[in-house]
């Protein structure tokens, strides 16, 4: 790793899932939601909850827990829906992802990113960018272009009519919080 990849820092929004702590690149992250009842969609794989109205927009919500083969999601106060960007080729999808609650902004440098380990998580490896030092534990870096499978997008694509909810469609609901700024009561 050169000196300009350990001192690039990057910004991640953490979130815990099933007990586990999880963080995404807040690039990716258009807007955060209370999680309210979805409509759920016959012959869906199991993983997509169903999809939300937002702003006019067809957006499927996927619970990640039963993407990673474990419980689904409980739904309490503090659940809530991750409105993410994943893109494939250049093509971009708007999809929501469930998570049990959403911590902090995080900032990470390079030298503050290890390697995906090979064994010891819920999460398959090749949805892992690493494991980002937060405090005194680790939290597991998602690659969200890699855990919504093309599949999905598709799917995503079709569940949002002609197109699907591309990312252009929904405008970003404010600005992000800053680094190290809570995000949960």
Do not use: H, W
């Not at 869906?44 to 927009?57: M, Q, T």
């Not at 957006?59 to 106060?77: I, M, Q």
């Amino acid at each position: 790793m050169s000196a300009s990849d350990a001192t690039q820092r990057n910004q991640y929004l953490s979130f815990t899932l099933a007990g586990s702590d999880y963080a995404v690149g807040i690039l990716q992250v258009r807007e955060i939601l209370q999680y309210e009842t979805v409509t759920r969609v016959p012959s869906v794989p199991p993983s997509i909850r169903g999809v939300i109205n937002l702003r006019g927009a067809v957006v499927p919500v996927l619970d990640l827990a039963l993407k990673f083969g474990l419980e689904a999601t409980p739904v309490t106060k503090r659940t809530c829906v991750l409105i993410v960007d994943a893109s494939v080729g250049g093509e971009s999808t708007v999809v929501g992802v469930m998570a049990d609650a959403v911590r902090e902004v995080l900032e990470l440098g390079g030298d503050e990113v290890e390697p995906p380990p090979s064994f010891g998580t819920q999460v398959r490896v090749d949805y892992l960018v690493g494991m980002g030092k937060a405090g005194k534990g680790f939290v597991l870096l998602l690659d969200l272009d890699r855990v919504i499978s093309a599949g999905e997008r598709e799917l995503a694509a079709q569940l949002g009519g002609e197109g699907g909810a591309p990312a252009g469609a929904l405008a970003a609901g404010g600005s992000a919080p800053a680094a190290g700024e809570a995000l949960v009561p």
